[in-house]
């Protein structure tokens, strides 16, 4: 059964610094992987989705990567700004349903 | 294109009532999921449908129903509502292999 973890629960950082946000997952054998954000009583948007064929992707101030071997995926966000500040969550699809099991997220914190 | 449209966006309900939570797409995707939030915890599945007709249990669907009859609806039925599902539930829809959209949740309260 796949389980997702994201350490740490929380984090906070100054405003313009880079920071990493980590998932780590237990069965390698994932479809792809998914990086959303989810704001205060919002629902969850989608940041990043990283085929399992996949390294990494871009978009903007976000990079994600993904090591399969290592069971790895990272989310990198340049020049942090407030409006960065949600949860963000990390999410495996498994091989034929596509079925996504998620992580428990980063409430992340961007100090002004 | 409204995206993923939920309805209601708040719910009491007495231990024991039913009730149906709605779950409207309009980007013809053929996936469709329904997740329950809890508080400091990840979503999880409770059922999901690869097209019309064709619907699967998640990891947690005791005492949840659903029907697709149509590729934009996916309604999750609650028979006999208990504390226990007191939660946040989110419907998302996608095309096969690509990212998943969401709705904007159904708060649930079950006392």
């Known amino acids: 059964k796949q389980e997702v973890t994201q350490i740490p629960a929380a984090l906070s950082v100054p405003e313009g610094e880079n920071l990493v946000l980590n998932c780590s997952f237990t069965?390698?054998?994932?479809?792809?992987l998914q990086w959303f954000r989810q704001d205060p009583g919002k629902g969850l948007t989608s940041l990043l989705l990283?085929?399992?064929?996949?390294r990494e992707q871009t978009s903007g101030r976000l990079n994600a990567s993904l090591d399969k071997s290592s069971g790895r995926s990272t989310l990198y966000i340049a020049a942090s700004q407030p409006g960065d500040s949600a949860t963000y969550l990390c999410?495996?699809?498994?091989?034929?349903?596509?079925?996504?099991?998620f992580g428990t997220g980063t409430r992340l914190t961007i100090i002004p | 294109n409204a995206g993923v449209t939920q309805t209601p966006k708040f719910r009491i309900l007495k231990i024991g009532q039913s009730m149906t939570l709605q779950c409207t797409q309009d980007?013809?995707?053929?996936?469709m999921y329904w997740y329950r939030q809890d508080p400091g915890m990840g979503l999880k599945l409770i059922y999901y449908?690869?097209?019309?007709?064709?619907?699967d249990k998640g990891e947690v669907p005791n005492g949840y129903n659903v029907s697709r009859s149509t590729t934009e609806d996916f309604p999750l039925r609650l028979e006999l509502a208990a504390p226990s599902q007191t939660s946040v539930y989110f419907c998302?829809?996608?095309?096969?292999?690509?990212?998943?959209?969401f709705g904007p949740g159904t708060r649930l309260t079950v006392t």
């Open positions: 998302a829809s996608s095309f096969r292999g690509r990212e998943q959209y």
């Open positions: 069965d390698s054998a994932i479809y792809n």
């Open positions: 980007m013809n995707h053929n996936y």
């Open positions: 990283i085929q399992s064929s996949q």
């Open positions: 449908s690869v097209g019309a007709g064709i619907t």
């Open positions: 999410a495996a699809a498994n091989f034929g349903n596509e079925k996504l099991t």
